[in-house]
């Protein structure tokens, strides 16, 4: 299981990181037996997993129902949890409250939460208590509403110029990675160069220090419009359609189940059944 050190030493050997969301059981297992650096346990899950429009409605105890979950699919792989809309803004005292029920609860080893400004200060506290922190910049989904979409962020002089200053910021801060949304490319770039711990990017290009994607955009499962900066690796979309369609089409015309799929007993036993032989 990687630490924060490895992370950094990943960084400094040029050593790409790649981090996976996963949400339960099954997904977790998968992503430790391919060998991913780092579960990202994303309230994306709200959207791909539970089939709201956005990551807002997403509450600390869906968090921890999933983290829990994965934990029990990845015991060998770091696990970060993103904390939920909300759950990191009231005070430091909730936000640390927060912070510590998803490590003990889940047994992840870093919580990720969206954000500079206002969120500086409980990066510090909950790095100062002991909480590994990942910061997450650019495009911050639980601030859709604020930002008026699902757009690159970044793209001018001065928004350009903001995000830098928020990252250094969140590295001062006690973050030990920094996810980048949706910037330019060349933005990334600089970002990547000028901080020392490692970025992850999500439509930020090839030169951050890892990527991130999630589960079902990377296998295209359940998901039927894809972001640009998505590139399906697999399409289970037909390959479950195609098997469940074959199910309901063997069950309709009674050729599944076979006797292979079905046991027996002996024909006298059968006869007891009406009081026969008993
Ligand atoms: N399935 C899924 N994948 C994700 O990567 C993801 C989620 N859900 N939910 C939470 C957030 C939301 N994310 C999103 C969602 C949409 C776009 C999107 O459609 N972006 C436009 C860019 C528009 C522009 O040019 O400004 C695109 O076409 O990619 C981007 C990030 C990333 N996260
Ligand atoms: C898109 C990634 C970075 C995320 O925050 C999530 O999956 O929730
Ligand atoms: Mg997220």
Same mark, same amino acid.
């Given at each position: 299981m990687k630490s924060t050190s490895n992370f950094l030493k990943m960084k400094n050997e040029g050593e790409k990181i790649v981090m996976l969301t996963a949400y339960d059981y099954p997904s977790a297992k998968l992503a430790e037996q391919v060998d991913v650096d *780092? *579960?990202?346990v994303g309230d994306s899950l709200g959207m791909v997993v539970l089939g709201y429009d956005s990551t807002v409605p997403v509450t600390m105890e869906d968090m921890i129902h999933h983290g829990k979950a994965v934990r029990r699919g990845a015991k060998n792989? @770091? *696990?970060?949890? %993103? /904390? #939920?809309? /909300? @759950?990191?803004? &009231?005070? *430091?005292? %909730?936000t640390l409250l927060n912070g510590a029920r998803i490590m003990q609860e889940t047994g992840a080893n870093a919580v990720k939460v969206e954000g500079a400004d206002e969120v500086i200060e409980h990066i510090k506290a909950l790095t100062r208590a002991g909480i590994p922190v990942v910061a997450h910049l650019? &495009?911050? #989904?639980? @601030?859709?509403?604020v930002l008026g979409g699902y757009k690159v962020q970044g793209k001018d002089a001065m928004a350009a110029r903001k995000l830098m200053e928020d990252a250094k910021k969140c590295e001062e801060a006690g973050a030990f990675m920094l996810v980048l949304e949706c910037v330019p490319k060349q933005l990334a770039r600089e970002i990547s160069q000028a901080l020392k711990i490692p970025t992850i990017g999500i439509g930020a290009g090839v030169e951050t220090d890892g990527q991130v994607l999630v589960y079902h955009d990377v296998l295209m499962y359940g998901v039927d419009r894809l972001a640009k900066f998505v590139k399906p690796f697999a399409n289970m979309n037909v390959e479950v359609q195609k098997g469940l369609a074959e199910y309901v089409s063997e069950v309709k015309k009674a050729q599944f189940p076979t006797d292979a799929y079905s046991f027996t007993m002996k024909e006298e036993e059968l006869l007891g059944l009406y009081g026969g032989k008993s």
């Amino acid at each position: 299981m990687k630490s924060t050190s490895n992370f950094l030493k990943m960084k400094n050997e040029g050593e790409k990181i790649v981090m996976l969301t996963a949400y339960d059981y099954p997904s977790a297992k998968l992503a430790e037996q391919v060998d991913v650096d *780092i *579960i990202l346990v994303g309230d994306s899950l709200g959207m791909v997993v539970l089939g709201y429009d956005s990551t807002v409605p997403v509450t600390m105890e869906d968090m921890i129902h999933h983290g829990k979950a994965v934990r029990r699919g990845a015991k060998n792989t @770091s *696990i970060v949890v %993103d /904390m #939920p809309f /909300m @759950s990191y803004h &009231l005070s *430091i005292k %909730d936000t640390l409250l927060n912070g510590a029920r998803i490590m003990q609860e889940t047994g992840a080893n870093a919580v990720k939460v969206e954000g500079a400004d206002e969120v500086i200060e409980h990066i510090k506290a909950l790095t100062r208590a002991g909480i590994p922190v990942v910061a997450h910049l650019g &495009l911050t #989904p639980q @601030s859709v509403g604020v930002l008026g979409g699902y757009k690159v962020q970044g793209k001018d002089a001065m928004a350009a110029r903001k995000l830098m200053e928020d990252a250094k910021k969140c590295e001062e801060a006690g973050a030990f990675m920094l996810v980048l949304e949706c910037v330019p490319k060349q933005l990334a770039r600089e970002i990547s160069q000028a901080l020392k711990i490692p970025t992850i990017g999500i439509g930020a290009g090839v030169e951050t220090d890892g990527q991130v994607l999630v589960y079902h955009d990377v296998l295209m499962y359940g998901v039927d419009r894809l972001a640009k900066f998505v590139k399906p690796f697999a399409n289970m979309n037909v390959e479950v359609q195609k098997g469940l369609a074959e199910y309901v089409s063997e069950v309709k015309k009674a050729q599944f189940p076979t006797d292979a799929y079905s046991f027996t007993m002996k024909e006298e036993e059968l006869l007891g059944l009406y009081g026969g032989k008993s």
